[in-house]
């Protein structure tokens, strides 16, 4: 069974550029969700997306925007990047639809913003 | 300020010491969940609590959830240089899942 993987591990981006990441899902899992973690703190909930449609949002302006796609896989858009969304940025899947908060992590992205 | 404060926030110590590490909200959660960093990883799943009052071991480790569904903790028994690392909580809500800033954990040979 594979797990949960992300790409790419590592990415550096310019103030005001727009950046993608991906995450595929471990098999059978219906939900992702997406957190940024900032150094010395615990994930922040980004948002949730289950079958496809976003479940879920946290604190995060309108930059942040995300898709599921038919086979559970997802991805996480920000535009306009800032400095302060210098990150590690965590995806999980986790199995029995929204309700099932029983997570399992990816590795995450590391973006820096210069 | 963080909807769930674990303490304490740094915590080192010898080889086969105990430990305990607390995660306190005033919220209520309808699970709470240990998850366990490594540098440079994302956070793996120690344990998922679902009701109050309920404790659940994991070998030498063994996390409660508080009677009210608000806080838990994690004691680690005779703790060993492999159980280093960042311990965070999170909390189940209808909504979201709201994570703790961890404690991290360093345990001397």
């Known amino acids: 069974e594979t797990g949960v993987t992300q790409s790419p591990t590592h990415l550096i981006k310019t103030r005001g550029q727009q950046v993608t990441l991906r995450c595929s899902s471990q098999?059978?899992?219906?939900?992702v969700s997406w957190y940024q973690q900032a150094l010395g703190q615990g994930p922040q909930f980004i948002f949730q997306y289950y079958r496809e449609e976003e479940n879920g949002r946290g604190n995060f302006p309108p930059r942040f925007s995300g898709l599921q796609f038919p086979n559970y896989s997802s991805e996480l858009n920000v535009n306009a990047l800032e400095l302060d969304d210098s990150a590690l940025y965590l995806c999980?899947?986790?199995?029995?639809?929204?309700?099932?908060?029983?997570?399992?992590f990816g590795p995450g992205t590391r973006l820096t913003v210069t | 300020t963080q909807l769930l404060e674990q303490s304490p926030q740094f915590l080192s110590i010898q080889e086969g010491e105990n430990l305990t590490v607390y995660c306190n909200s005033s919220?209520?959660?309808?699970?709470l969940q240990w998850y366990r960093q490594e540098p440079g990883e994302g956070p793996v799943l120690l344990v998922t609590?679902?009701?109050?009052?309920e404790v659940k071991k994991l070998k030498r480790l063994t996390f409660q959830f508080g009677d009210a569904r608000k806080d838990s903790s994690l004691h680690i028994t005779a703790a060993q240089p492999g159980d280093t690392g960042l311990y965070l909580c999170?909390?189940?809500?209808?909504?979201?899942?709201?994570f703790g800033a961890g404690t991290r954990l360093t345990v001397k040979p």
């Open positions: 098999s059978g899992h219906n939900t």
């Open positions: 609590v679902v009701t109050g009052g």
């Open positions: 999980a899947s986790s199995p029995g639809g929204p309700d099932s908060f029983q997570q399992y």
């Open positions: 999170a909390g189940a809500r209808l909504e979201d899942m709201r």
């Open positions: 919220s209520v959660f309808s699970s």
